[in-house]
């Protein structure tokens, strides 16, 4: 029979009983249940996290094998948000866990932020719209926002918090054009040290038109350490939070740890250079 305080007593150490509780009242909302949002979902239960909200329009295919914890021949042609609520309650049959499976717009974002205490970011990166309609609102609700992008075999992660920079200021998506011009703001400012750069060995596979690129199992676990790490400290109020314009990138194959800090965002010097060479490489 379920029992919340031996399921999770194995966290009694690094979090006190009373954390323990603290987590279980917490509401998390994660906007994508695919690769790293299904991690995220996974690992936040197995923390104690008592209440979700989860989206994502999306069904499982023999293509999300290589990185999603959902994807199984189990789950072929099954909704990815039933498919992790399931799993999560596997994991914690108390846990309060609302869908949205039809992903976020406009007209039920409200809804899906209600009284959360923090947003995970796990929409696919082409989700431009959805993910620009998210962070507006959070900014709007001072809800923090936390964001871990697995690139190559690593993952790069930022945290925007209430009265820090907002996510405008650092991404600037409005000073360019088109959809591909602001995409590759968006990846200039979650990657400004391009750790993973060097060893992409068929660029072929990366394609902005076709909004699709390469992934590995290993970066998606990377973010869930990183990301949820952080959510504990955000929901427990406890522990240095590194906040944009500063950010954090590890990449376990080069062995390379950098903090980055883009105290203009994306309106840097150096970024604006970064954008005109990773344009002049991604739209080749």
């Not at 023999?62 to 609520?85: C, I, P, W, Y």
């Not at 399931?86 to 866990?97: G, S, Y």
């Not at 000073?175 to 391009?194: C, H, N, R, Y």
Request: net charge neutral.
């Amino acid at each position: 029979m379920f029992n919340y305080e031996k399921a999770f007593s194995r966290n009694i150490g690094w979090v006190t009983e009373e954390e323990q509780q603290t987590l279980r009242g917490k509401k998390v909302a994660i906007a994508g249940a695919g690769g790293v949002g299904g991690v995220h979902l996974l690992t936040l239960a197995r923390l104690g996290v008592g209440n979700f909200y989860i989206s994502d329009f999306d069904d499982f295919e023999v293509h999300n094998f290589n990185r999603q914890s959902g994807a199984f021949m189990s789950t072929l042609g099954e909704q990815k948000v039933d498919v992790m609520q399931r799993m999560a309650l596997d994991i914690n049959p108390e846990a309060n866990i609302k869908c949205f499976p039809e992903g976020i717009f406009e007209h039920n974002v409200d809804e899906f932020l209600e009284g959360v205490d923090l947003y995970v970011d796990a929409l696919d990166f082409f989700a431009l719209q959805a993910r620009k309609t998210v962070f507006k609102k959070c900014y709007e609700k001072n809800i923090p926002v936390i964001t871990a992008a697995p690139l190559g075999m690593g993952a790069a992660f930022l945290c925007f918090m209430p009265g820090k920079m907002s996510y405008e200021e650092y991404f600037r998506f409005e000073d360019k054009q088109t959809e591909d011009e602001q995409l590759i703001q968006f990846l200039v400012g979650l990657s400004p040290a391009m750790l993973q750069r060097p060893y992409l060995v068929d660029n072929s596979r990366v394609n902005f038109k076709e909004k699709r690129g390469p992934s590995t199992p290993m970066a998606v676990n990377l973010c869930a350490g990183i990301a949820e790490t952080y959510a504990l400290k955000i929901l427990l109020a406890r522990g240095e939070i590194i906040a944009a314009p500063y950010g954090l990138h590890f990449d376990a194959y080069r062995n390379k740890f950098k903090k980055t800090w883009l105290p203009f965002g994306n309106g840097g010097l150096i970024p604006r250079i970064m954008f005109h060479i990773v344009k002049k490489i991604v739209l080749k």
